[in-house]
């Protein structure tokens, strides 16, 4: 199989675990008799740097050109601390989203046994935990008319949703049901807000076409104090954008760490992979980032742009014998972790690279 990928790492540690994630796609091809091509392209802090512009005309025209992005991570301490910036790395990210459609965002949450110990939930309420998040990634309230009124003194930000945009988030969330426990949970707030009246209304209309499928429907805050009482009870998982940020950033204590989470945005055109982690600021260039992430992207590209299934599994079977060594990383080690079993990310990528 012949693919041009486009590699976009973006800011921060995205530099640095997307660069593993490449080489693993590399042996992958390698091993499998593929010829992946590559090209790189800027977006956010280092694209405003560069260009002015967080999303450059260039790189956009290249998402379109190839066929899956492998993305890193946007952002940089200095619009944290200045909210007033007009130019931001997230609006790269935004832009991205909406130009190529990439409307359902997938957060597979995927726990390996070896990392029990390394979330803060007992383990015998996490043991066999397997998630699958749809979040709707193009509506709500980051693309709503926003501004500020009396003289700055009152901001708004406005939730909007149509019955298309919930139909088509719906009916990929109940297609991936289908191969999976035939199980859905579509979390809204329908108590409160009209955005999540239209929401379960749709959701309960799609859910017609799927008699297989046993639906429930959760308010936000019940779903969230649930993925701790009981992950176990979730396995395909349907919802907003906000709703969505948050709920699999919580989440990630079920896989252990952030560094452990994959993710794809997709829609009709252009799949983009990339890990949930931020750029992380704080531990950028000192060499110590969890790849994994990225890696486990690398195999989400495989299997859902390309169709490779036996490739992607191999990346997953790789992850799995990293951690069976006992090597990890400093975000999923703990106390028990002897020092020379602790990796760092060129580390984690050469085990990897190993295994495969």
Known sequence: MKKHILVVPGDGIGQEVTAVGKKVLERIAEKFNHEFTYDEALIGHVAIEATGNPLPDETLEKMRASDAVLFGAVGHPKYDNDPSAKVRPEQGLLKMRKELGLYANLRPIKLFDELLSASSIKPEILKGSDILFFRELTGDIYFGEKGRKDDGNTAYDIASYSTYEVERIARKAFDAAM????KLMSVDKANVLETSRLWREVVQRV???YPEVTVEHQFVDSAAMLLIKDPRRFDVVVTANLFGDILTDEASQI????GMLASASIGDGTGVYEPIHGSAHDITG?????????????????????????????????????LKSGMRTRDIADANTP???LMGTEAAGEALLKFL
């Open 179 to 182: 191969t999976r426990g035939k």
């Open 207 to 209: 859910a017609l076409e």
């Open 255 to 258: 896989a252990g760490s952030m």
């Open 286 to 322: 000192m060499g110590v980032a969890n790849p994994m992430a990225s890696v486990l992207s690398a195999a989400l590209l495989l299997d859902i742009s390309f169709g490779l299934k036996e490739e992607s599994d191999a990346i997953i079977n790789a992850v799995d014998l990293v």
């Open 339 to 341: 020092a020379y079993l």
